[in-house]
């Protein structure tokens, strides 16, 4: 079993859709968690961090980790077609040790 | 704008050839990741570099790939030789210390292996 997994998709949605995306993890010492957006031949760029449990709201965007299932989440209000990205959840157990990445979600939102 | 960039963007080479990537780090950030992506396997860690000094490669074929960092302005990963089965977009991304939040991706290198 993979650290993280991710379901690869890809989903599709109109605009103006929320969208959930998900991701689970095996490792309880999980401290960590963050999503990266991915545009087509980019490189991932960091989207939303959060430390723990909890929920965090950024604009259209909530992050939210529940440690007790080992679930992460992040929604995204009102889609719009430039949203349209792979999205990468990642994850690591300390401050000084890397990131274990999901493969991420592929999403497109149609106008 | 502070950015990482990597050189060069696209490769196309022929098995057994040598490849040499390169990548700058954010000025100011001592912490350099080398990540390989492809569609079976994703966004895979080959190795990181923490004021200069390799933490762990472990996730790199040792008998093909090498990583170092000159200096703290340039880290380059070597492929020698190069096989089909290294085809994949590698970015570097760098970070302050252990600071998860800054860590910051380059474009990355588009490699395809014949």
């Known amino acids: 079993q993979k650290e993280v997994e991710q379901d690869p998709g890809p989903l599709s949605v109109p605009e103006g859709a929320i969208v959930s995306l998900n991701c689970t993890y095996s490792n309880s010492a999980f401290q960590y968690f963050m999503w990266y957006r991915q545009y087509s031949r980019k490189g991932p760029e960091l989207l939303m961090y959060t430390y723990s449990s909890g929920n965090k709201e950024d604009g259209r965007f909530t992050a939210q980790v529940d440690k007790s299932s080992k679930y992460i989440s992040l929604f995204i209000r009102d889609s719009q077609p430039s949203d349209s990205a792979t999205y990468l959840c990642a994850t690591s157990n300390s401050g000084n040790t890397p990131l274990v990445f999901g493969k991420g979600t592929r999403l497109s939102v149609i106008a | 704008d502070a950015r990482v960039t990597q050189t060069p963007r696209h490769k196309v080479t022929e098995m057994g050839q040598e490849v040499t990537m390169r990548c700058q780090p954010i000025l100011g950030h001592n912490t350099v990741f080398w990540y390989r992506q492809t569609m079976m396997q994703g966004l895979e860690l080959l190795a990181y570099f923490r004021n200069r000094a390799p933490l762990d490669d472990s996730g790199m074929p040792k008998d093909r790939f090498s990583a170092e960092m000159p200096d703290a302005t340039l880290a380059t990963l070597k492929i020698q030789p190069s096989e089909p089965r290294d085809s994949a977009v590698y970015f570097c991304?760098?970070?302050?210390?252990?600071?998860?939040?800054?860590?910051?991706f380059g474009p990355g290198t588009r490699l395809l292996v014949l």
């Open positions: 991304a760098s970070a302050l210390g252990g600071q998860q939040e800054t860590q910051y």
